[in-house]
């Protein structure tokens, strides 16, 4: 894991954004539709880059279609941003029931999560922005019946740095809120995560990667993905290939009534031997698939493809 100072300024804005944490998730989500209506008619936040990304993604769409679209997908961006805060302050036992119990997320297989990490010395899942990727740090309290067998100790989930060192370590404390007093030790930096993976390649462990980013490097390999051609992230794939990993890929589906849900969907059991980049394909195929039944339901104000 990358160490990281906790400077006066983050434990500051650490502070009051658990304070805020600790209202009830119902006024967050009421906060939610404020800054919705604020992002998306008042500051126009990256709206040519939302309507740019669906026009090209979804070319059978009319303009109204795409529209209605694009509000409903500012809505969920906002949601997706209060009720982060709200899972920053469900921390300790009594946080992590208070998570439990508002079944903000269920996973629908964890039994089929348990197969194949049985099966398979370590799990690689591939996650996208989907549903409410900064809740992932709360696995271990969606289940209801079935619970995923895994101590929070053999888990690791990677992100990029972001620029502001405040609000990036804000982020660090608020992302693995849950499990922070439970010896997690695995919120780790992209530039990191080579040298993680290989100290604990003969260890039972999952990995969590968010791959549907731009490329850091400008590089990347193509694939086709929403009707383009789109540069894609590997270094999971290979990862998984190299080790014989399970690689699955996280569905992160929205409900209507409020909350999620989490499906594991396996793209190989065994991904030794198998071409990186036809299992990213994969990846992808399963993305599209759910993005054509929500289409709001993905971060369409990420420049996803940029010029070459």
Not at 108 to 133: C, D, K, S, V
Not at 167 to 191: C, H, I, K, S
Request: net charge positive; proline share 4%; hydrophobic share 40%.
């Amino acid at each position: 894991m990358s160490k990281q100072r906790t400077s006066f300024g983050a434990r500051f804005a650490g502070g009051l954004l658990r304070l805020q944490g600790h209202l009830p998730l119902a006024f967050h989500r009421w906060w939610g539709r404020r800054i919705a209506w604020l992002l998306r008619d008042v500051l126009h936040y990256r709206r040519e880059v939302v309507m740019t990304n669906l026009s090209r993604s979804f070319p059978q769409k009319s303009y109204e279609e795409l529209q209605a679209i694009s509000k409903r997908f500012y809505l969920h961006l906002a949601t997706v941003f209060t009720e982060m805060i709200w899972f920053g302050a469900c921390r300790g036992p009594k946080g992590r029931a208070r998570l439990h119990n508002s079944h903000m997320v269920e996973i629908t297989n964890p039994e089929e999560f348990n197969r194949l990490y049985a099966g398979a010395r370590q799990i690689m899942i591939l996650q996208a922005h989907t549903g409410n990727w900064e809740l992932t740090g709360g696995y271990l309290e969606y289940c209801y019946n079935t619970p995923v067998d895994i101590d929070p100790t053999a888990i690791a989930v990677t992100y990029r740095s972001i620029s502001n060192k405040t609000w990036d370590a804000v982020m660090a404390q608020n992302r693995p809120a849950p499990v922070l007093d439970m010896g997690f030790d695995g919120y780790v930096e992209t530039n990191d995560v080579l040298r993680f993976i290989l100290e604990r390649k003969d260890q039972k462990f999952a990995y969590t990667f968010i791959t549907d980013q731009y490329p850091y490097n400008l590089l990347g390999s193509e694939i086709t993905f929403m009707h383009q051609s789109t540069k894609t992230l590997v270094a999971a794939a290979k990862m998984a290939v190299k080790l014989d990993m399970a690689l699955v890929y996280q569905r992160f589906e929205c409900r209507e009534e409020g909350g999620y849900r989490m499906t594991f969907v396996p793209i190989a059991e065994h991904a030794g031997g198998q071409d990186p980049l036809a299992l990213m394909q994969q990846y992808y195929k399963l993305l599209e698939e759910d993005l054509e039944k929500q289409p709001w339901n993905y971060l369409w104000t990420h420049k996803r493809w940029k010029k070459k």
